[in-house]
């Protein structure tokens, strides 16, 4: 029985990493007097770190011109990584990130039949609460019956920490759920967790591989829509 359908945040409801992170990200850098800039194409790799402090130390341990001690590069994360989160917030609130196809449909197909919604992220409460209102609307966590976020979860994906919690602040099983993701780390994570997985390709993983997956679409529209029929077909079968 699927009694959860639980969400990644970033890629999955919106394509948030190429066109908002990516983009307050540059702008944190710039306002720091930093020379920095993460183009497009220089954005990807750097996703494989989960987490946006995570992804900055990541691509300040490549450089030279960066605090040579660790103490004071992690110093330099985090006082950017809040600027980067106030960047982003600004961005969601003018309207310019929306909903990927299907999004919202599906969401509300699970408000109608009675199937719970989740948030399993590893990005923050800020800026989960700031795409959401702009999506959903202030009272967007009401839908919500479990809401995880970086805070709650600081063992970032691929580790199953975000799908646990949200398990267990649901009170159901992980043969009882479903998770969608974008990228291969999480799907790492809600496979670890027991749980199956459905995969909407984001930008930057587009040609990833996604063993493990009960289907792999474009996106939630794309044929053959992705539907709570689908999901529970996948669910009964066993696939992913």
Known sequence: MLR???????????????DGHRIAFNRAFAEAGLPWHWDVTDYGPLLEVTGGRERILAYLAGRDDVPPQAADREALARRLHPRKNAFYAEQVARGEIGARPGV???????????????IATTTSRANVDALFVSLLGADWERAFGAVVCAEDAP?????????????QRLGVAADEAFALEDSPNGLAAARAA??????????YFAQARFDGAAWVRDDLDAPPPVDLAAIRAALGSGAG
């Open 104 to 118: 919202r449909r599906l969401m509300q197909q699970c408000r109608d039949e009675g199937v719970a919604l989740a």
């Open 155 to 167: 063992q970032k994906k691929p580790h199953p920490q975000a799908y646990h919690l949200a398990l």
């Open 4 to 18: 959860a359908l639980i969400w990644d945040v970033d890629g999955t409801v919106a394509e948030t990493e190429r």
């Open 194 to 203: 027991g749980i199956r997985c459905g995969i909407t390709r984001s930008a």
